[in-house]
């Protein structure tokens, strides 16, 4: 059964720091790149960070709007991927989703509504 549950979005002040998690079926997350998506109100989904599989952790790339501030990591054992957010900005507002890369299935979670405001 094909599985994504986003968690960890919230209401967070510019400046400021959240980790969103991902749970994904083994059918999706193993062996696979998985990454990060975010969709802003009005905007296409795009893509913000990606991790491939393997050992060592994982090769990591991100979008130029989030280098620096954005980690993505994952933990094969629990078929999870993380996003840790620092240096929010409002322009991090979106609704945030994990998927592998590129999306093998035509399915996505609920997402994670991230809202940076004062």
């Known amino acids: 059964q094909v599985q994504l549950v986003e968690s960890g979005g919230g209401l967070v002040q510019p400046g400021g720091s959240l980790r969103l998690s991902c749970a994904a079926s083994?059918?999706?997350?193993?062996?696979?790149?998985m990454g990060w998506y975010r969709q802003a109100p009005g905007k296409e989904r795009e893509l913000v960070a990606r991790?491939?599989?393997?050992?060592?952790?994982?090769?990591?790339n991100y979008a130029d709007s989030v280098k620096g501030r954005f980690t993505i990591s994952r933990d094969n054992a629990k078929n999870t991927v993380y996003l840790q957010m620092n240096s929010l900005k409002p322009e991090d507002t979106a609704v945030y989703y994990c998927n592998s890369v590129p999306v093998l299935a035509d399915y996505w979670g609920q997402g994670t509504q991230v809202t940076v405001s004062s």
């Open positions: 083994r059918s999706i997350f193993s062996l696979n790149t």
């Open positions: 991790i491939t599989a393997g050992t060592g952790g994982g090769v990591r």
